[in-house]
């Protein structure tokens, strides 16, 4: 069993998390800006489907990237160099996030609900979550999204429309997010893609060492939002 969270309820240690299925921590509370970045500076994240509660999750092992171990194959170097994509940041974050949901080959549903939307586009304007897009001439190809607290970007999602789209926007995210002084990109959980990039599991207890080196956060206010020029296109 699971606890279930009261709005003012804090979360439980992420050591409690299950182990089947892996990660599953709790269950209630709510999806407001407060609760979603008190989640992320412990380790935990908002995933559940249509019809569900809202479930909490602190996935053990945790999938990363470190910024200096992105992957770039050659022919990936030359596209991202040339000027087949345009990158743009932050132009068009709602729309990312619906091209996210969009249905996948091979997928039955989605987890990016129409109010997941609306609460990670509020934490848009209010400077905490950002997209990369790859644009076509003015039409939007391929892009993800994300959390930036700290020296941590919690990655949530990308999707691609053209080969090698979203993998572009990978990459000028990580240019970016290192010159913002980001140590670390959280992926959640191991797939094939991210790990042929570079990503790779780490230790729960690591993750969370990086978050309580990389987040300063007072929960009576927040964390402070990233410097606005980290995320000036």
């Known amino acids: ?63 990363v990237l470190f910024p200096d171990e992105l992957r770039i194959t050659r022919s990936l170097r030359k596209r991202a160099a040339s000027d087949r994509f345009e990158t743009r940041v932050d132009t068009a974050f709602e729309q990312v996030m619906r091209e996210c949901a969009a249905p996948r080959d091979g997928q039955g549903g989605t987890w990016i609900l129409p109010e997941m939307t609306a609460f990670y586009t509020r934490l848009h304007a209010m400077g905490y979550a950002h997209s990369v897009e790859s644009w076509q ?40 997010v290192k010159a913002a002084g980001v140590v670390l990109i959280d992926c959640q959980q191991n797939t094939r893609h991210l790990a042929s990039l570079g990503a790779r599991e780490i230790p729960r207890r690591d993750f969370v060492r990086h978050l309580a080196e990389s987040i300063q956060y007072d929960p009576s206010s927040g964390p402070a939002p990233p410097p606005e020029a980290a995320w000036r296109s």
């Open 1 to 63: 069993m699971i606890p279930w969270l009261d709005r003012n309820d804090p979360f439980p240690p992420v050591s409690k998390a299950l182990r089947s299925p892996n990660g599953l921590l709790c269950a209630g509370a709510d999806l407001s800006p407060g609760r979603i970045l008190n989640a992320y500076s412990q380790g935990i994240f908002p995933w559940f489907s249509e019809g569900d509660p809202i479930l909490w999750w602190s996935p053990h092992p945790r999938m």
């Open 137 to 176: 001439e003015d039409r939007l190809v391929g892009g993800l999204y994300g959390l930036h607290l700290g020296g941590i970007f919690f990655g949530e999602s990308m999707f691609s429309r053209e080969t090698d789209a979203s993998k572009v926007a990978l990459v000028k995210l990580v240019d970016r």
